[in-house]
């Protein structure tokens, strides 16, 4: 299974899954993954500062996300 499979897969059970993608291939995952709406794309080689950022930028969104879902 593709990772876009999983994540495809895995977002119809949790919508505000939070998904980081990390390719050294930022062409052909644009043209697979299309835009990136909760998806973030990480170009390899990266620091593991940058992934930590957006780990962290991530579960903050996911968790603003559900906590909108939870008052709704």
Not at 18 to 23: M, P, Q
Request: charged fraction near 15%.
């Amino acid at each position: 299974m593709s990772g876009k499979a999983i994540a495809e897969q895995l977002k119809t059970l949790w919508p505000n899954l939070g998904v980081i993608i990390l390719s050294g291939y930022p062409d052909a995952i644009l043209a697979n993954y299309g835009p990136f709406d909760t998806m973030q794309f990480v170009p390899k080689p990266c620091s593991l500062e940058l992934l930590a950022n957006v780990v962290r930028a991530v579960l903050d969104s996911a968790r603003l996300a559900g906590a909108a879902t939870v008052d709704e």
